[in-house]
């Protein structure tokens, strides 16, 4: 795989307190990788070091071979970036933020992210006037705006809707089909599973953990269930292709299935539920318990 980002031995101190301790991990062209940790575990200073924000106090970082420090920028040609909370100028209009991040003045590029992020109706409105949501969507544009072959983004989704989330994770699933690159932050675990295919977990200032989603095998949805007669219930879900098994527990189904049709298969034939039970097999708390146990 073809190194878009590397990163080796990294140590980060503010005065005698160590922020980052030793991290080292490489970004191959194409991932989308997750960063993950608690607040005040590194993760932004680590995006900050990369971008050549801010020194280091040891180790190296480079993005497609070029050596990025506060004084050698030359490899972040290419690489995008929103970085804590967005800073807008109040009297320009939207557009007017992306036109002058824009350095190859592509309107067709502009036109598809203002679209794509549903910002039509207050593309030309002076970011004074903007709400949260508003601001966190033009900052995300605006680290897009020149086509990235790779981007930062630290909480993306912070401040919007459900809605705006979607739009967000479904522009940065396409961009990353058509080459770009991603390492991103965010708190929330359950949208972040959605769109990456690595995860590297920092806890204090170290890393954890670091691997390709795989690692956490295949997602199982099972549902425990106890009914007045879980024999036939069993039978009746076997009839219909639905995966069960039967023990002390009750009846253990697992797979891809409708709760609601398995409730109206079971009581069509007059057998009553007792108790329902789903469990489900999550990725946050996989990741949860992979920052506990370290």
């Keep these: 795989m ?27 062209q194409g991932d989308i990788v997750g960063l993950v940790g608690e607040n005040g575990a590194g993760k932004t200073t680590i995006m900050k070091l990369i971008l050549g924000m801010i020194d280091n106090n040891g180790g190296s970082i480079r993005i497609n071979g070029k050596e990025i420090t506060v004084s050698k920028r030359d490899g972040l040609k290419g690489v995008g ?15 007017q933020h992306l036109e002058l991040f824009s350095e190859t003045k592509d309107n067709e590029m502009i036109d598809y992210l203002v679209n794509r992020l549903n910002m039509q109706n207050y593309i030309n409105k002076n970011a004074i006037s903007y709400s949260l949501g508003m601001k966190q969507k033009l900052a995300i544009a605006m680290a897009l705006v020149n086509r990235p072959s790779f981007a930062i983004l630290d909480e ?8 705006s989330t ?16 991603f390492l991103i932050s965010s708190h929330i675990l359950a949208e972040l599973e959605k769109i990456i295919n690595r995860v590297v977990i920092i806890k204090k200032g170290a890393k954890i953990f670091d691997n390709y989603l ?22 009746i879900l076997k009839d219909n292709d ?19 049709e398995i ?8 057998i009553s539920f007792t108790s329902i039970q789903t469990i489900n097999d999550d990725f946050e708390d996989d990741l949860i318990q992979i920052l506990d146990e370290k």
């Design 2 to 28: 073809t190194k878009s980002v590397e990163i080796n031995n990294l140590d980060k101190r503010i005065g005698k307190r160590l922020i980052l301790n030793n991290i080292s991990f490489e970004i191959n």
């Design 81 to 95: 970036s929103l970085i804590e909370n967005p800073v807008l100028y109040p009297y320009l209009s939207g557009l």
């Design 156 to 163: 993306p989704v912070n401040g919007l809707d459900p809605k």
């Design 166 to 181: 979607k739009e967000v994770r479904d522009l940065i699933v396409d961009l990353n089909k058509e080459g770009t690159t």
């Design 214 to 235: 795989e690692f956490f095998g295949n997602k199982v949805n099972k549902t425990v269930v106890n009914t007045s007669d879980n024999n036939s219930a069993a039978e």
């Design 242 to 260: 639905i995966k069960v098994s039967l023990d002390n527990d009750g009846l253990t189904i697992v797979g891809d299935f409708k709760l609601q």
């Design 263 to 270: 409730i109206d298969l079971i009581n069509g034939k007059q």
